[in-house]
């Protein structure tokens, strides 16, 4: 019997893949607030000489590592749009502007604690604008408890299929679930509270100005709840949103503006404290991995660590269906060719996202393709370098990864899905290189916020509230791996 049957009904949604990095100069900008999608046009294709206008006159006063046949293929295949002013925030300055300017009560969805988890995953995935639904106690109230995301849903998918891993003092209730979910019990919020991973839950009053909430979001918080004087919630802003809005209206905003050309290497920003899967693993691995480090997404790699994809929470869209829970216990790398066929099916077209930069980067580059990814990380990669036949064993100190035996790469017999391709021959793979750091929107507004004289606070302490309830069963085999980044079979 498939003891998710009853709770996921289907549901598809296309993921947004375009990307569009952006050009050595920034013309201008268009605000998306308000709108249902970013979209990026690619009417004019600009020439590679064009991209080049506007760089230093003598490359002998500032030298810069030459642009790689990678990077130059890059622009090629992705020119710049363009933008222009928008006059609505054009002479402000952007730590006035008020929070409510940036929401929209569209993008809350309401559900209550005692609403099944099956109704309340069919409204998460309605709610495509903020990826979240808001929970409160009853119909009657206005007052909002918690909130309902793809990470808390990965939780329960992993419980009722049996393969997340519950510290001692939850495994009755990850049976109970999972009984329940096999006899098609309707369970509600309330009961998967223990399971769900959560950072605080933040209010502000529309009235705010900006100023508070990227110092909120420089903190690692991911998600504000907007709310007037009444105490209702009229909007949710999250670090992506605040990202495009910078992203879109920077040429209004002198201070953040500047930021856009330097380079990822001297602005400082990102980490090499890095958590991956290889491609051959299990996808149980990776959902298991983001579920008990509380992450929005993990890197993809092949033997040779070079990134061959992006696996993230918000995936779990294409496993709501009972027939593709198969897919739970084959690799990563199968999972994400599944994504791609769906996209190309729903799109009429072919489209591979880009999830990497490297440390030459410019940070405007970086933004563009967090924005047109809807993406929280973009993975730091050197050049790329051949995968090689057999498992590599290079040298990354501080990165982890998640070793996973042969024997447990098992597959269901009689799926429908396409048979996985070697990750060489996946769209874009000639593109990647070496994975060495990751840099996320956390990081990415703590610069913002340093750089205009704010002060955030550490984000490490919301990502040690995240992991706080992380099982002894998988903490002890990350900590073993640090040291160690050999991908064993």
């Given amino acids: 019997?498939?003891?998710?049957?009853?709770?996921?009904?289907?549901?598809?949604?296309?993921?947004?893949?375009?990307?569009?990095?952006?050009?050595?100069?920034?013309?201008?900008?268009?605000?998306?607030?308000?709108?249902?999608?970013?979209?990026?046009?690619?009417?004019?294709?600009?020439?590679?000489?064009?991209?080049?206008?506007?760089?230093?006159?003598?490359?002998?006063?500032?030298?810069?590592?030459?642009?790689?046949?990678?990077?130059?293929?890059?622009?090629?295949?992705?020119?710049?749009?363009?933008?222009?002013?928008?006059?609505?925030f054009a002479g402000r300055d952007w730590r006035d502007i008020a929070i409510g300017e940036l929401v929209s009560k569209d993008d809350v969805s309401w559900v209550e604690m005692d609403t099944s988890v099956q109704d309340a995953t069919m409204a998460l995935l309605k709610n495509s604008s903020s990826n979240v639904v808001v929970v409160r106690e009853s119909t009657t109230s206005s007052v909002p408890v918690s909130t309902f995301d793809y990470n808390d849903l990965n939780a329960y998918i992993l419980v009722v299929v049996g393969l997340a891993h519950p510290s001692d003092d939850l495994v009755e209730l990850y049976d109970t679930l999972a009984k329940k979910a096999q006899a098609r019990i309707s369970i509600p919020l309330r009961d998967i509270q223990p399971i769900c991973r959560k950072e605080s839950l933040v209010i502000l009053q529309g009235d705010e100005d900006l100023a508070k909430a990227i110092e909120v979001f420089g903190s690692g918080v991911h998600r504000i709840l907007v709310a007037n004087q009444d105490a209702d919630v009229i909007g949710v802003l999250s670090q992506l949103k605040l990202i495009e809005f910078f992203w879109n209206e920077g040429v209004n905003f002198r201070a953040i503006d500047d930021l856009y050309p330097r380079l990822l290497h001297d602005v400082g920003v990102g980490s090499q404290q890095i958590l991956a899967v290889n491609a051959d693993s299990p996808l149980t691995e990776a959902l298991n991995l983001m579920s008990q480090e509380g992450l929005s997404s993990v890197a993809v790699v092949d033997n040779g660590?070079?990134?061959?994809?992006?696996?993230?929470?918000?995936?779990?869209?294409?496993?709501?269906?009972?027939?593709?829970?198969?897919?739970?216990?084959?690799?990563?790398?199968?999972?994400?060719?599944?994504?791609?066929?769906?996209?190309?099916?729903?799109?009429?077209?072919?489209?591979?996202?880009?999830?990497?930069?490297?440390?030459?980067?410019?940070?405007?580059?970086?933004?563009?393709?967090l924005v047109a990814t809807h993406s929280h990380r973009m993975w730091i990669v050197e050049s790329a370098s051949p995968s090689p036949s057999a498992p590599g064993t290079p040298s990354l100190g501080p990165t982890v990864f998640v070793p996973t035996p042969s024997s447990s790469q098992t597959s269901f017999t009689g799926s429908h899905f396409p048979s996985v391709p070697p990750a060489s021959t996946l769209p874009g793979s000639h593109l990647s290189g070496r994975l060495i750091g990751v840099v996320t929107l956390t990081d990415i507004l703590n610069l913002f916020a340093k750089s205009t004289g704010l002060n955030p606070s550490d984000p490490s302490e919301q990502r040690a509230r995240r992991r706080r309830s992380s099982s002894s069963s998988i903490r002890p085999s990350l900590e073993s791996s640090r040291a160690s980044i050999d991908i064993r079979r």
């Fill in 1 to 88: 019997m498939d003891p998710n049957s009853a709770y996921f009904r289907g549901g598809k949604e296309s993921k947004e893949t375009s990307i569009s990095p952006p050009p050595p100069q920034r013309t201008g900008s268009a605000s998306s607030v308000h709108k249902s999608g970013h979209v990026i046009s690619h009417g004019h294709r600009s020439s590679f000489a064009e991209n080049l206008r506007g760089l230093p006159p003598s490359p002998r006063n500032q030298r810069h590592p030459s642009f790689t046949q990678a990077a130059i293929q890059d622009l090629l295949n992705h020119p710049p749009a363009p933008r222009h002013h928008n006059p609505r």
């Fill in 305 to 369: 660590l070079n990134v061959v994809g992006n696996i993230s929470t918000t995936d779990v869209k294409h496993l709501t269906n009972a027939t593709s829970l198969p897919l739970l216990q084959d690799t990563c790398l199968h999972f994400i060719s599944v994504i791609l066929t769906e996209q190309g099916v729903e799109k009429g077209k072919d489209s591979f996202p880009v999830f990497h930069v490297n440390p030459y980067s410019t940070l405007a580059h970086t933004v563009a393709k």
